[in-house]
């Protein structure tokens, strides 16, 4: 099974800031990676696909980069709503993981 | 406007079946380069992708949990079931469905189902 670790775990951040988190593959994955936004009591929902494609109606603000190993999931000039926790998903190989979360929370 | 919702039972007994019901709408099961997951979210942990189930029928689904789990369709009801033998305390959790989408080998989860909390305890 590919292995996604993330950091960090949780990061402290103000309104506006610019935020990265990191996730990393336990083995080469191209750009089967995909980045997953949640807030309390709510279902995930993806905010960046194939490793850099934003999906519709996300702001630019978020941007995704990566391939191979290394990936980032990037919000610049972070937003109240922006807060939530984070997963990273590969879709290179089956069984499907997930990273284990980066909670963004206020400083 | 594409949804998916999850039906099922909120508290199971150890040893028991949970068996669980995605209805979708907005598009059809059978609809190529799309399927859809089920993933589940322990409380206060991360997210377990558990199996899905392809346009064709074909399905796929994780390795700690094959001998337990199995998925199936009923495409003239739009629906999707995760079935579940042998519940133990440790399958306590919020359980979604989500539409998988298909598009030059990559693949995401794209909408999700609001989630049901299923509990197991005696």
């Known amino acids: 099974d590919i292995q996604l670790t993330q950091s960090p775990s949780s990061l402290y951040a103000s309104v506006g800031d610019r935020v990265t988190m990191t996730c990393r593959a336990s083995?080469?994955?191209?750009?089967?990676l995909n980045w997953y936004q949640q807030k309390p009591g709510k279902a995930p929902s993806v905010v960046v696909y194939?490793?850099?494609v934003l999906q519709d109606g996300v702001p630019s603000r978020f941007s995704g980069r990566g391939s191979g190993t290394d990936f980032t999931l990037t919000i610049d000039s972070l937003q109240r709503e922006d807060f939530a926790t984070y997963y990273c998903?590969?879709?290179?190989?089956?069984?499907?993981?997930f990273g284990q979360g980066t909670k963004v929370e206020f400083k | 406007q594409v949804t998916l919702k999850e039906s099922g039972p909120v508290l199971v007994r150890p040893t028991e079946t949970l068996t669980l019901t995605c209805t979708v709408s907005?598009?059809?099961?059978?609809?190529?380069?799309?399927?859809v997951s089920w993933i589940r979210q322990p409380p206060g942990k991360a997210l377990e992708w558990l199996a899905h189930?392809?346009?064709?029928?074909?399905?796929s689904s994780t390795t700690s949990l094959r001998s337990r789990l199995t998925i199936s369709r009923d495409t003239s009801r739009s629906q999707v079931v995760l079935t579940l033998t042998n519940v133990d305390p440790v399958d306590t959790a919020t359980y979604y469905c989500a539409r998988t989408q298909f598009d030059y080998g990559e693949s995401w989860f794209d909408p999700w189902g609001q989630g049901v909390l299923v509990t197991v305890s005696s």
């Open positions: 189930i392809f346009s064709n029928g074909e399905t």
């Open positions: 998903h590969q879709s290179y190989s089956t069984p499907r993981t």
């Open positions: 194939a490793a850099s």
């Open positions: 907005g598009f059809s099961l059978t609809t190529s380069r799309m399927g």
């Open positions: 083995r080469g994955i191209s750009t089967f």
